[in-house]
C-alpha cells in the first residue's frame, strides 16, 4: 500500500474525554470525519519520552529500552540518574549504543530515501528521541530550544518568521510559530514523505492549573487554532495527503505530595524518584526483590508494584506483577518499579488524582501511571490512506502508529512490535482483529492490586490499572 505522504500531529497530554466541540472544535471535526480510534491507550510508564520512543519506534518500553523518564543507566551514567530530559545524556548514551535498541522512524524512511522532517516545540529531549538518527540522515528538525534544531532551518526560521517567542502557559505563541514553520517552511522547501508537528500543550499548561482550569482550556483552544489554520492550509492542496492526530498521554490531578527519599531511607541510594519509580537493587536476586516487594506494599502511599526478574522477566513475585505484562521488562529496567496510590473516576467530571514526587504542585496536572485518565490517548486520521466516518472501537496503543505509518507509505515494518491498524485503512479488510479481555492481579498483606488488559491479535494492550489497601490521594 501506497497512497501519498502523512503528517503526524501529536497534541501532547490530552486526555481523549478532554477533546469537545466547546474546547477544541477543529479537533473535533476531524476526527468525526475520519477515522477515529475510540480506545487508544498510551504505553506503561506513560511519561512523554518513554511514549516518544513507543511512538516513532513501533515498539513498547522493554523492546526500546526507555524505560522511564529517569533510571539508573550505569554504563552511560556511573553516578547518579540518567534524565533523558538532559538531552547531553541522550547523546552520550547514543555514542556509547546504550540509548535504544530499535529502529526509528527517521532511521527508516532515511534509509529507503524518503524524506522525513520534525517540527517541534517540546522539550529537547523528547525533540532527540522524536527526531532520533535525523542528523544522520539529514533530515531537517526545527526546535524552540536553541541549539537543539537543525542549524540550517533554525537559521531560515529566524530570518523569515523572526524570533521564536518565549515559552508561556499557554504555549499558545510557540505553537503557532512552530505551525508556521511548518506549512510555510517545511513543505514548500522539504516536501516531506512524513513529518511530525509536536504540541507542547495542553501537557506543560496542565502541569501548571490542573486538567481543568482556565489556562488549561485556552491552551487546548490554541492548539486547536492552530491545528484548524493546518486544515485549511492542507484542505487548499499544499499540504499532506494524509493526516494522523495523537496524544501521547492524559493527565489526571496531583493531589499530594510525597517524599520519597525520606520515606525509603534503606532505598534511597538506588531510587529513581516519582510518581512512576524504580527501585535499582544492586543485588536483584529473587529474595532481595521479593523483599523489597512486601516492604513497599506496606506503605499507605503505595500504588501498583511490579518486577523485572533477572534471567526471567515473565515470572513475578508475591505482591507484584511482572513488568513485562505491561510492555515493559528491559535489561535497563529496574528490578523493582512501582506507582504511587491513585484514585477517582474518570470522564468529564473526573476526579481521578494520585499523589506526587515533586515538580508541580497540588492540583496540577501529572501523568506516569495506569488509572483511565492518564492512558486514554487520542489517534485519529484523515486521508485517502483511511477510512471515512468510522468509529473504531478495536482496542490499539502508542506502538501501532509506526507500523500503520509505515504501512501507509509502503515500507516494511519488520523489527516493529505493534501492528498495522488494517481496520483503520481504507483497503482494509473488512474482518475487525479478535480481541480478548484479561485481568492481572496480585496481592500480598492488605495490598490488591491489579491490570486491566486487551489481548489484540496476541498483543497486550493495557485499559487501566487500581490498587487497594492503603490511603487513596486527597
Known sequence: MRTGSILLVCFDGLRRDRVTPDRMPNLSRFMAGGVDMINSRSVFPSETRVATTSTVTGCWPGEHGLVANQFFNRDVLPDGLFNTAKRENLLRADAQGLLIDRESLGQRLGRAGRRFAIVSTATPGATFMMSYGAARHEQPVFSVHEGVGSPALMAEAAER???????????????????????????????????????????????????????????????????????????AGDGPDNIIVMSDHGQITGSRQIDLKTALPDFADHLAPGYFSGVHLPDPTRETVAAAVE????????????????????????????????????????????????????????????????????????????????????????????????????????????????????????????????????????????????????????????????????????????????????
Not at 174 to 184: F, G, K
Not at 401 to 427: K, M, N, Q, Y
Open 161 to 235: 518568521l523572526g524570533p521564536v517567542p518565549a515559552a508561556a502557559r499557554p504555549n499558545t505563541a510557540q505553537i503557532d510559530y512552530a505551525a508556521r514553520v511548518l506549512t510555510d517552511l517545511v513543505y514548500p522547501r522539504h516536501r516531506p514523505d512524513l513529518a511530525i508537528l509536536w504540541m507542547s500543550d495542553p501537557d506543560i499548561t496542565s502541569h501548571g492549573f490542573g486538567i481543568d482550569a482556565p489556562e488549561t482550556i485556552a491552551a487546548q483552544r490554541g492548539c486547536d487554532d492552530a491545528f484548524g489554520r493546518i486544515l485549511d492550509w492542507s484542505e
Open 295 to 474: 516492604r513497599l506494599t506496606k506503605e499507605p502511599w503505595c500504588g501498583l508494584v511490579f518486577v523485572n526478574l533477572p534471567d526471567a522477566p515473565e515470572e513475578s513475585v508475591a505482591g507484584a506483577i511482572p513488568a513485562a505484562a505491561l510492555g515493559g521488562g528491559h535489561a535497563r529496567s529496574a528490578p523493582v518499579s512501582f506507582t504511587l496510590r491513585a484514585g477517582g473516576e474518570p470522564g468529564p467530571g473526573s476526579t481521578e488524582s494520585c499523589l506526587f514526587v515533586g515538580g508541580i504542585a497540588a492540583g496540577g496536572g501529572m501523568h506516569g501511571g495506569l488509572t483511565r485518565g492518564e492512558l486514554s490517548t487520542v489517534l485519529a486520521a484523515s486521508g485517502p490512506a483511511f477510512c471515512r466516518g468510522k468509529r473504531s472501537e478495536t482496542p490499539c496503543w502508542l506502538p501501532d502508529i509506526a507500523p500503520t505509518i509505515l504501512t501507509v507509505l509502503g515500507l516494511p515494518t519488520e523489527g516493529t512490535s505493534g501492528r498495522t491498524l488494517r481496520e483503520a485503512l481504507s483497503d482494509g479488510e473488512a474482518a475487525t482483529p479478535r480481541v480478548e479481555r484479561r485481568t492481572l492481579t496480585a496481592a500480598i498483606g492488605g495490598h490488591r492490586q491489579g491490570v486491566e488488559q486487551w489481548i489484540v491479535e496476541g498483543r497486550a494492550i493495557t485499559d487501566f490499572g487500581w490498587s487497594s489497601g492503603g490511603v487513596l490521594p486527597t
